[in-house]
């Protein structure tokens, strides 16, 4: 069955730096388009970045240049690099994957919460 595993999360100052990972297991992974989603208190999940399978990427605009996600297709592993973290980003973090080549699924991690303090 499809598992995603976060890892990563914690708390930070503004203006530092976290990695998170999610460990893929139960399809194949180098034909995944994956992708981060954050959930703030009080508001709904919202994208915050999707890779293709043929590592195409797409950012929301409020984390364009400051976070990186990326594919090891060697590890099964999803990365997220968040350099320049605000206040505004925390949230818990959600790993997810939608297609395998062009067909569509759906499946969630459970999250790791991400801190960021002032």
């Known amino acids: 069955q499809v598992q995603l595993v976060e890892s990563g999360g914690g708390l930070v100052q503004a203006g530092g730096s976290l990695r998170l990972s999610c460990a893929a297991s139960?399809?194949?992974?180098?034909?995944?388009?994956m992708g981060w989603y954050r959930q703030a208190p009080g508001k709904q999940r919202e994208l915050v970045a999707t890779i293709t399978y043929e590592n195409r990427t797409n950012y929301a605009d409020s984390v364009k240049g400051r976070f990186t996600i990326s594919k090891d297709n060697a590890k099964n592993l999803l990365n997220l690099q968040m350099n320049s973290l605000k206040p505004e980003d925390t949230a818990v973090y959600y790993c997810n994957v939608q297609r395998l080549l062009g067909a569509r699924i759906d499946y969630w991690g459970e999250g790791t919460q991400v801190t960021v303090s002032s």
């Open positions: 139960g399809f194949i992974f180098s034909i995944a388009t």
